[in-house]
T-cell receptor, first 114, second 110 residues
Framework: KQEVTQIPAALSVPEGENLVLNCSFT??????LQWFRQDPGKGLTSLLL?????REQTSGRLNASLDKSSGRSTLYIAASQPGDSATYLC?????????????FGRGTQLTVWP | NAGVTQTPKFRILKIGQSMTLQCTQD?????MYWYRQDPGMGLKLIYY???????DKGEVPNGYNVSRSTTEDFPLRLELAAPSQTSVYFC?????????FGPGTRLTVT
């Protein structure tokens, strides 16, 4: 069974810092990996989707990398802002498994203070 | 284009009551999913559907039922609500890649 772990569970940084969120998964046979943002009491917003054949994806100040062989992904946030404060979830989609279901980590709760 | 919509946003149930959580998507996706999220935990799959008339169990299906009579709608039924079903419920849809999530339903069973 696929297990997804996110480290750290919580992170508090001053505005302007560059930071890295980590995600690891136990089964490297994945179809893709998706990073989500979740604001308190809200739904999930997709940030980046990396296909298994890709090494990284970028969107604005966000960069996500994927090392499938070692079962790891990182989300890099450049020049963090208070508006980045949220919980960040990593999810993997298994290849050939339950028809597209996602396996989620518990998330990293990020606080960026001014 | 509303994406994935869920109703209600909040609900309080008494133990033993039943209710249906509604989910509708307007992206013509064949794949739809129900997840639950407990505090401090990742999302866990309850049920999924790969098209109208086809549903199957996920990781935590006990106490729930689903149906899929149309491509757009995927309601989740709770029978005999229990305190362990207190959670936030998310519906999602997708087609071959990214999944799109609804805003969630926060359910409390007391």
């Amino acid at each position: 069974k696929q297990e997804v772990t996110q480290i750290p569970a919580a992170l508090s940084v001053p505005e302007g810092e560059n930071l890295v969120l980590n995600c690891s998964f136990t089964d490297s046979a994945i179809y893709n990996l998706q990073w989500f943002r979740q604001d308190p009491g809200k739904g999930l917003t997709s940030l980046l989707l990396i296909q298994s054949s890709q090494r990284e994806q970028t969107s604005g100040r966000l960069n996500a990398s994927l090392d499938k062989s070692s079962g790891r992904s990182t989300l890099y946030i450049a020049a963090s802002q208070p508006g980045d404060s949220a919980t960040y979830l990593c999810a993997v989609r298994g290849r050939g498994s339950t028809l597209g279901r996602l396996y989620f980590g518990r998330g990293t709760q990020l606080t960026v203070w001014p | 284009n509303a994406g994935v919509t869920q109703t209600p946003k909040f609900r309080i149930l008494k133990i033993g009551q039943s209710m249906t959580l509604q989910c509708t998507q307007d992206m013509n996706h064949n794949y739809m999913y129900w997840y639950r999220q407990d505090p401090g935990m990742g999302l866990k799959l309850i049920y999924y559907s790969v098209g109208a008339g086809i549903t199957d169990k996920g990781e935590v299906p006990n106490g729930y039922n689903v149906s899929r009579s149309t491509t757009e709608d995927f309601p989740l039924r709770l029978e005999l609500a229990a305190p362990s079903q207190t959670s936030v419920y998310f519906c999602a849809s997708g087609e071959g890649g990214e999944q799109y999530f609804g805003p969630g339903t926060r359910l409390t069973v007391t």
